[in-house]
């Protein structure tokens, strides 16, 4: 009878393992640096700076490579206070199309300096938070330029493209 018992406590651990685990192995990656490239995903930043930091914007711009990851269709980003830990979302998700510029006011990074970029399978997965793609920065990094107009922002980027293709 003890046998019996624990084949069947073993039978409801192994299922209440296998309920318990995620339907797909989430991947987080620490982006680091201004220009970076992963699983179809690539990252440039750039600062474009104004007469004060409440005038100057950082440009994040994201290009997807749909051969590459053809399953990513949704992302957001969120901001994240590395030591309370308070997180709020900068959108709400939006379609990940090939290519997305996003402008921040630079002293949106004074409090919530870290940016936490998701990427999700479809819009179920984006509505249950379940991203398929995490890229994480603890701050705006360090190698990114500040430029001084639009026209410099946008030959940096078509510049570091090239570069990193």
Same mark, same amino acid.
């Given at each position: 009878?003890?046998?019996? #018992?624990?084949?069947?406590?073993?039978?409801?651990?192994?299922?209440? #393992?296998?309920? %318990?685990?995620? *339907?797909?192995?989430?991947?987080?990656?620490? %982006?680091?640096?201004?220009?970076?490239?992963? @699983? %179809?995903? !690539?990252?440039?930043?750039? =600062? #474009?700076?104004?007469?004060?930091?409440? *005038?100057?914007?950082?440009?994040?711009? =994201?290009?997807? +490579?749909? *051969?590459?990851?053809?399953?990513?269709?949704?992302?957001?980003?969120?901001?994240?206070?590395?030591?309370?830990?308070?997180? *709020?979302?900068?959108?709400?998700?939006?379609?990940? %199309?090939?290519? @997305?510029? #996003?402008? =921040?006011?630079?002293? +949106?990074?004074?409090?919530?300096?870290?940016?936490?970029?998701?990427?999700?399978?479809?819009?179920?997965?984006?509505?249950?938070?379940?991203?398929?793609? !995490?890229?994480?920065?603890?701050?705006?990094?360090?190698?990114?330029?500040?430029?001084?107009?639009?026209?410099?922002?946008?030959?940096?980027?078509?510049?570091?493209?090239?570069?990193?293709?």
């Amino acid at each position: 009878m003890s046998k019996v #018992l624990g084949i069947v406590a073993g039978l409801v651990l192994i299922i209440l #393992l296998i309920a %318990g685990r995620p *339907a797909f192995a989430a991947t987080e990656i620490h %982006g680091a640096d201004s220009s970076f490239r992963s @699983q %179809g995903i !690539t990252i440039l930043w750039a =600062i #474009l700076k104004g007469a004060s930091e409440e *005038a100057s914007f950082v440009h994040i711009r =994201i290009f997807h +490579d749909k *051969a590459a990851a053809p399953g990513l269709r949704f992302y957001r980003i969120e901001a994240v206070d590395p030591f309370s830990k308070e997180r *709020a979302w900068v959108g709400k998700g939006e379609p990940l %199309g090939i290519v @997305q510029t #996003l402008k =921040i006011i630079r002293t +949106d990074f004074r409090d919530k300096t870290e940016r936490w970029l998701h990427f999700y399978e479809d819009r179920e997965s984006l509505e249950k938070g379940q991203a398929a793609l !995490t890229i994480f920065y603890h701050g705006v990094p360090d190698t990114a330029p500040e430029v001084l107009t639009e026209a410099e922002l946008e030959a940096y980027l078509v510049q570091v493209l090239s570069r990193i293709k």
